[in-house]
């Protein structure tokens, strides 16, 4: 009886989990025809609708952001792009959108020039995905094996100092891939990326509300957060800027 009732739990999981599955398809495709109408108000709807019932994948994170992009709402589109980008670090399309929805936000912050090995070492390697990098790592491993396969049925000299050669250059890269790969997995998790929603932010110098205003952020712009009291959150800029700022005022891209 126990089993029977195992049973059934699963398959009401199994039939729940396919219901829940056929229904943001359903969201989805409905979405995509009222954004291909032109009712991109009611597309965003369908794909918000997907994301409150559980369901994300980058491809609604980007259609919904396209959808905000054309009602000129620049912090939800650049939020769900980046959103996006997030779960496809190295989709080209959703970089060329974020960088459009980027060129609505008033503020211009240039990032500062890196100090520190650390901060340098991040600025190298940094432009690569930690997926990316381990990518790289599989695709050397694999090219050892064709080396040393080669290096094995050569039929001269020649020959097997240039497979062994290339062995020992694939290896280098493959340590140097998994060392990159780990430091910006490591750097990556520190980060608490946020986009500011408020269409004005005030960030002040010290979380309280009557301290002096640091500078003005508008929506959309992209800060990290570093620290949280209470209802405030410090965050800094690109450009090393650093201020309180009320939590209600951004958004914070990892869950």
Same mark, same amino acid.
């Given at each position: ?6 049973? $059934?739990?699963? %398959? ?5 989990? =396919? ?29 918000? *609708?997907?994301?409150? #019932? ?9 259609? @919904? ?20 980008? @997030? ?7 959703? !970089? ?7 060129? $609505? ?8 020039? !890196?100090?520190?090995? *650390? /901060? +340098? ?20 491993? =694999? #090219? &050892? @094996? +064709? ?10 000299? %020649?020959l097997k100092r240039m497979f062994f050669a290339g062995? %020992? +250059?694939?290896? &280098?890269?493959?340590?140097? *891939? ?23 932010? *005030? ?11 640091? =500078?003005? @952020?508008?929506?959309?712009? /992209?800060?990290? &957060?570093?620290?949280? %009291? ?6 800094? +800029?690109?450009?090393?800027?650093? #201020?309180w700022i009320k939590d209600n005022d951004i958004k914070?891209?990892?869950?």
């Amino acid at each position: 009886m126990i089993k029977l009732l195992e049973r $059934m739990k699963k %398959l009401a999981y199994i039939v729940l989990f =396919f219901t829940q599955l056929m229904a943001a398809q359903s969201a989805f495709d409905k979405g995509n025809e009222q954004y291909r109408e032109g009712k991109y108000e009611e597309a965003a709807q369908s794909y918000e *609708s997907i994301l409150e #019932g559980g369901e994300e994948s980058a491809e609604v994170y980007f259609n @919904l952001g396209n959808a905000y992009y054309k009602l000129n709402q620049t912090a939800p589109s650049i939020y769900n792009y980046e959103k996006a980008l @997030l779960l496809k670090p190295n989709d080209k399309d959703i !970089k060329v959108n974020l960088g459009f929805a980027q060129k $609505m936000v008033i503020d211009d912050i240039q990032a500062t020039p !890196k100090v520190g090995f *650390s /901060k +340098l070492f991040y600025g190298l390697v940094g432009i690569y995905h930690y997926d990316t990098w381990a990518g790289i790592a599989v695709g050397f491993a =694999f #090219g &050892v @094996l +064709l080396f040393f396969i080669g290096y094995y049925f050569a039929g001269s000299t %020649l020959l097997k100092r240039m497979f062994f050669a290339g062995i %020992l +250059l694939s290896l &280098v890269v493959i340590v140097i *891939s998994i060392v990159s790969a780990t430091f910006v997995k490591t750097e990556s998790s520190k980060m608490r990326p946020a986009i500011v929603f408020s269409e004005v932010a *005030s960030v002040k110098s010290e979380p309280l509300n009557n301290a002096p205003d640091a =500078f003005i @952020l508008h929506e959309g712009t /992209k800060v990290n &957060v570093v620290e949280v %009291l209470d209802n405030w959150k410090k965050v800094t +800029l690109a450009d090393e800027s650093t #201020g309180w700022i009320k939590d209600n005022d951004i958004k914070e891209l990892k869950d």
